[in-house]
């Protein structure tokens, strides 16, 4: 926003006013006699009738928006089978193994989750690897055995879909899309997506904005998605002591100021296991509305992200640490 | 950590047993036969003894603490004035204004702090800033300010150190010493702070990793600190929408595995008053053994830092919001 | 590179000889006794042989190489119509504008870019653009004007594919396929691209380590790519005086240790037009083997990127301060 | 920049100008109409004047210059000793080691450094380290074998400043005192240094903007420092496969667009030694007006940063490589 003044002698009184409403400024100038006060981005969102009734503020000129179709879900929670996240609802736990490894182990992952009080299953037919030598997935059998065990168990399904032409495959099988990091800017990919229909799970890229982020979710909602939830999974970090680095207060933006769905993925974001659950309830105190958890039945035997996932037990007591509600009771 | 295996042939074996255990590993080969598995920094914290007993490890190689005066500190809070921060106590809520701008501004500050549960009390008589032509301060005279509100109010009281000449003028009226975030290898300054013998609080620098930060407290320590509490507040980051992106996985780290105590500033990580509550919870949610606030009896008037300092209701409403008893009764 | 020692005693005597031959170690230990030094990745580059020469080495461990393709590759430069990119060739000059928009604005660029000596014709038909209002590329039309003009001026030709349902439209046009820095690890479209057996442009992702880069590349040659050319276009960066920050560190260790084929785009590195040539310059002289730069008849006019590209006259005096041998004679 | 419109309708037409001169633009509205363009901070420098001559431009708001002394030395070189660096005079070689070890070692540098024909000795009687048991330098009689060294061979003498109680000590032996990178904001050392009216070598910050860099300069200025000679060392980074990122966009700014003394450390920037070349000659030329390169006599025997050090040949077959001309004739 750009705050305009009538006289530049107003300049200092102007800016403590917008400074009182938790808003940066800086001063534009003509003649060295300011005439504006521009207002940084990582100020608080302050609606423009608020400062126009400043005395002293000539006009407030703002941005239009750039995601219209964003803007309008805003408040809205996504339903995604019988399961609903966002704004109002109660957080959900999405998990399940980092990869779909047989109709057996999904069957009992799910039962996991379904015990820890989780309400989606997640699992990865299609893997996107940083190598093309490791393992990427048993592709649609995997998703036949993941529908399969969702069913079972009365679990809501989702899992990414790494190309355009597995689209169509995956929509028949899972409640949600997931998009992966590495594709937040695939905008083929986007578009196939949101073409079909569904709720989109929208992982954000390991460097991107939360503008860019936003907008990635106006690409799959232009093409027909019926919603976005937003996923945090850790940002590229410098630090080798955590893998990435949680962008909690991105979470916390979309879940305050913009009331977008989020939820977070801890178990990428610093892949140590013995710090899944702070970061767990962590996210679920900044406003996430969900977690999204790697568990497997004997992560000695997983086929990728083993050392990040969690067993039986350790899903059940980070859904007690985090307040989910557990098969057996409240917790 | 360094696993190295009797014969190649266990290397797979013992990799699922080091993965079951949370550990990523990476084989290292001579003549393309496997001799060791190197464990990545962001694996689970296991005890040597516990993979040297798998079978087929021949021995655990590791590299030397590189700050042993730390490590001796993992599991002891540190006492500042009659308040104890980090392991096992509860947290602390540290507040008060970015400048101390007057004996008045303090000590309707300071009233504010106590009110909302606060135990230590702080402000700036020097300040870093920026640009030259900043307002860098009262100096001399507001650390007077500042110790008088803390004595009239029974807070403790902690501020920072720009320079060492100033380090013993702060040291006779505060009872814990600031480092900021730009100096935090200002290894002079680290070294002269050290001699007083007081408790340090340590801010992180906004590129450091964790082990860069935990060696400049292993400085403090060897020069005389008392005690070492870490302050996260936020790292550069390439997203304008918040100020900066705070690093709750490190926190975590810290409070979780090193046991060492931390505390939180919000108020800095992100810049947006509309983000402070959120980010506050969840860092307690992570483990964080306080936090530090900013606010200011009338943020209009401050003369730095006023977008992100609550005034005295929001502060009484932070500190509710984050379950810290206040004054008048439990939350 | 893991340098195991017969006897702890002679540890600092090799690291000093290690030390002599540029590297970096850092020390594992049993018992406090010195067992390896572990060679960090910042080191220089030093074959095993020449370390298990020194005396008091027991063995050198080394990690296998994650992309025998891509090892094989080093050294041989890659071909691209009747262009040769790579060690031990001259360096080229890649330019075009950022959309192809009409018929007679690429054939005009295209009379530029011979002009100014270049030997690739590059335009957008597709265009990966991070709000889905943005013009995105007239498409299939696109990619018979950009034929048309390369092969009207003697110019190899060069083009992004954003969809897997593009490839085989592209590849019947284009000499090369290029594949945008968002998509560096779209797995699915790097295969789909590899399969069809041309030569491939990869650029670098905005935070992309350069071991995540030539994995990127072994997906496409083990897909069938007949070679990749790297490009750097520069990293996402917290400094908004550049747009983006050019590593040109990797591209040194591109173009000088592993000898493959590297180019830089230090358009869309800096977005400053003002810094395109001294950029440019500093690629080459880093050992980049050829400039991706773009071009505009009319800048004021272009749907895209405007802001950066050269128009004739800029990108015949920025060839001239390159060194490339233009039209009308040696530079 | 900020410019104004008298009719919305021009909006397109203004900024179709303003990206034919280079310049990134967002739009303002107000009641859906454009009212202003902000010019990005990534845009091509352009004077005002020449905007406001634009049809249909209304006027041209800029924002008051933060750091109005280091403005006046834009275009400026600064001498150190007899020799002068920046804007118009000829690229310097700086060299020298790491630390100084003793009066032999330093004149042998100085030897070496005088050779390849440096004009500038470096070499660090006051180390800053990371760990507080790693050898941090000897200090004052360092010092003056710095500078018997230095007068024995007709070089200029610049060294690092590490505390508030140095300067002086420093200031009467050398010509020309240093920031660290790890102190580019310890603003009460800076000041302390300024006031000695001395040139000053001021290096980046780890994650410092442009901004923050010549803020640093300004306080440098303000305090009384004769001249800055700024120094890019590199940023910290992501990738291990170098240490630091080297941001030769910032140089090229520095140089090419605010006529500024900048040098290149290209040493720390990547710690390979077999990178040290090609970015020696990329920093030149992208306009960097001199080098600073850590050279040893006998790197195997170097207490600090030997991997990086290069030896007497190391250094001479540089400075050909980087066109400087050496002590036996013309490279």
Chains 1, 2, 3, 4 share one sequence.
Not at 126 to 152: C, I, M, N, Q
Request: hydrophobic share 45%.
């Amino acid at each position: 926003m750009l705050v305009t003044l009538n006289d530049p002698r107003d300049a200092e009184r102007v800016a403590a006013r917008l400074q009182a409403l938790g808003l940066w400024t800086e001063k534009f100038a003509h003649d060295t006699r300011t005439r504006a006060l521009l207002v940084r981005a990582d100020s608080a969102q302050v609606a423009p009738e608020v400062i126009e009734a400043i005395e002293g503020v000539a006009a407030v000129w703002v941005q239009p928006s750039a995601h219209p179709l964003l803007d309008a879900q805003m408040g809205r929670p996504v339903s995604v089978g019988n399961v609903t996240i966002g704004h109002g609802a109660a957080p959900v736990l999405m998990s399940g193994p980092c990869s779909v490894e047989s109709a057996e182990q999904i069957d009992e992952a799910a039962r996991a989750v379904k015990a820890a009080g989780g309400t989606l299953l997640r699992g990865g037919a299609y893997k996107p690897r940083t190598s093309p030598y490791s393992f990427s997935g048993h592709g649609g059998v995997a998703l036949d055995w993941l529908a399969e065990a969702g069913k079972a168990h009365g679990l809501s399904v989702v899992t990414e879909v790494l190309s355009e032409r597995d689209v169509e495959a995956v929509a028949t099988r899972a409640d949600m899309l997931q998009v992966g990091s590495r594709n937040m800017q695939a905008f083929s990919l986007l578009k196939a997506i949101g073409r079909v229909g569904k709720p989109v799970l929208l992982k954000r890229g390991m460097c991107a904005t939360v503008d860019e982020w936003m907008l990635s979710a106006e690409h799959l909602l232009l093409a027909g998605a019926t919603g976005v939830v937003f996923c945090e999974r850790g940002l590229r970090s410098f630090d080798p002591s955590t893998r990435n680095l949680l962008d909690l207060g991105a979470v916390a933006l979309l879940a305050n100021v913009h009331r977008l769905p989020v939820v977070v993925d801890p178990s990428h974001a610093v892949g140590r296991r013995d710090l899944i659950a702070p970061l767990a309830r962590a996210a679920l105190a900044a406003g996430a509305h969900g977690l999204m958890v790697e568990c497997h039945p004997e992560p000695s035997c997983a086929r990728s992200d083993g050392p990040q996932a969690l067993d039986r037990e350790g899903l059940l007591r980070l859904a007690n640490a985090c307040g989910v509600t557990t098969e057996g009771g409240a917790t």
